[in-house]
C-alpha cells in the first residue's frame, strides 16, 4: 500500500466521490480513481461500491479506512516532530476539551502554546468525551481533556486525572423552587440536560434513581449545546444539572445558581485521555505542558476568580 492510494481512500470516503477528492487533493480525477483500483488490485478486495450519486465503501474499505487514518495521522504527527527538532514546527494539533475549562482555563493555555509553537494550527473540539473518543479512536484527534469517570475505563483508551468535582442541580435566579433542599421536591418539573445516547441510565440514576427519586421520562429535555442549556434555564422554569466549576464563569452566575439539596454524589473527574500504547508528539506535549503550567500558577493565584473556581476543584495533579 502506498501513501498516496491512502490518502485517496480517506478523502474519497470524507468526500463521497472521487471528483470531490480529487479537487480536495489538486490531482486529476483520474489519479484518483487510479490509486484506489491499484488498492483494490493490492488488496484483492473490493474498497469501494460506486453508484450515480458518488461512492460508498463497503465493509473492507471501512476497516481499511479507520487504519488508514490513523496511517497518516502518525506520519504527521513523525512530521511535526521533525520539524520542531529543526526549530521549524508547524502543521495542525487537534484535541478536544471539555466545556467548562473552555470557559475557564483555555484560554490563557492556548496563548501560552502559541508563544511556544506559533505556526502549529489548533483545532480544537468543544464537548462531551462521547464527541472525543471516536476521533481518537480513529487518528483524528490526539488526545481530548474531559470528562473521565463516565467514559472509562475502557482498554483502548488511557488517563491522567487533573481535577475531580462535584455536580450540582442548578436553577435561575428567581425559581419558584431555588429554595428546595432535596430532589424530591423538584420531581414535576421540567428538566434540560445535556448528555449522549448511552449515558441515560447513567444520568438518571446520578440525579434521581439512586437517591429512590423516579421522574416522568417526558419530563428530561435533551440539548446539544452548552449555551442552549444556559439559555433555557436562564429564561424558563427548566432545571438542569452543571458542573460546579462552570458556575464560577460570570455568564453562568449571573444567570443561574446551584441548588443546595441534601442528596449528594460521587464527583466526576476531568482527565488527558489519550488511545492506549500511544505517545503524544511534541505539540500535543507542549500543549499538556502548558495546560499544566496554568493550572499550577492558577491554582497558587489570589486573583477572586482562580479562588472562587479552584475553590470548587480538587487538584489531582
Known amino acids: 500500500m502506498k501513501l498516496n492510494q491512502l490518502r485517496a481512500l480517506v478523502m474519497t470516503a470524507d468526500c463521497g466521490?472521487?471528483?470531490a477528492a480529487a479537487r480536495k487533493l489538486a490531482v486529476s480525477q483520474t489519479a484518483v480513481a487510479k490509486a484506489l483500483r491499484e488498492l483494490e488490485e493490492h488488496l484483492q478486495l473490493p474498497?469501494?461500491?460506486r453508484n450515480a450519486s458518488g461512492v460508498v465503501l463497503t465493509r473492507y474499505g471501512?476497516?481499511?479506512l479507520q487504519h488508514a487514518r490513523q496511517m497518516l495521522c502518525q506520519l504527521e504527527r513523525a512530521r511535526l516532530e521533525l520539524s520542531h527538532l529543526s526549530n521549524k514546527a508547524e502543521g495542525q494539533l487537534r484535541l478536544g476539551i471539555s466545556p467548562w475549562m473552555g470557559l475557564t482555563l483555555l484560554p490563557e493555555v492556548v496563548t501560552l502554546f502559541r508563544e511556544?509553537?506559533?505556526?502549529v494550527r489548533l483545532e480544537i473540539f468543544e464537548g462531551l468525551m462521547a464527541v472525543a473518543l471516536p476521533r481518537l479512536r480513529d487518528g483524528t484527534m490526539e488526545f481530548a481533556v474531559g470528562l473521565v469517570s463516565a467514559s472509562l475505563p475502557r482498554p483502548e483508551?488511557?488517563?491522567d486525572p487533573l481535577f475531580a468535582y462535584q455536580m450540582s442541580v442548578v436553577a435561575r435566579h428567581d425559581h419558584p423552587l431555588r429554595a428546595s433542599r432535596s430532589i424530591h421536591e423538584l420531581l414535576e418539573q421540567d428538566w434540560v440536560v445535556n448528555y449522549p445516547d448511552a449515558s441515560h441510565?447513567?444520568?438518571m440514576?446520578?440525579?434521581f434513581w439512586q437517591h429512590g427519586a423516579h421522574i416522568d421520562v417526558q419530563r428530561i429535555q435533551r440539548v446539544q449545546s452548552v449555551q442552549l442549556t444556559l439559555s433555557l434555564v436562564a429564561q424558563t422554569d427548566m432545571l438542569s444539572y452543571f458542573p460546579r466549576p462552570i458556575l464560577t464563569v460570570p455568564m453562568f452566575s449571573d444567570r443561574v445558581q446551584c441548588l443546595e439539596l441534601i442528596e449528594t454524589n460521587e464527583k466526576d473527574i476531568i482527565g488527558i485521555v489519550t488511545p492506549r500504547n500511544a505517545q503524544l508528539g511534541v505539540a500535543a506535549q507542549c500543549f499538556v505542558d502548558c495546560?499544566?503550567?496554568?493550572?499550577?500558577?492558577r491554582a497558587r493565584s489570589a486573583n477572586m476568580e482562580d479562588v472562587r473556581l479552584f475553590d470548587t476543584l480538587d487538584l489531582l495533579i
Open 17 to 19: 466521490s472521487i471528483r
Open 47 to 49: 474498497l469501494l461500491v
Open 62 to 64: 471501512q476497516s481499511l
Open 116 to 119: 511556544r509553537m506559533p505556526r
Open 157 to 159: 483508551f488511557v488517563s
Open 201 to 203: 441510565d447513567v444520568l
Open 205 to 207: 440514576t446520578e440525579i
Open 291 to 297: 495546560l499544566t503550567q496554568v493550572i499550577r500558577r
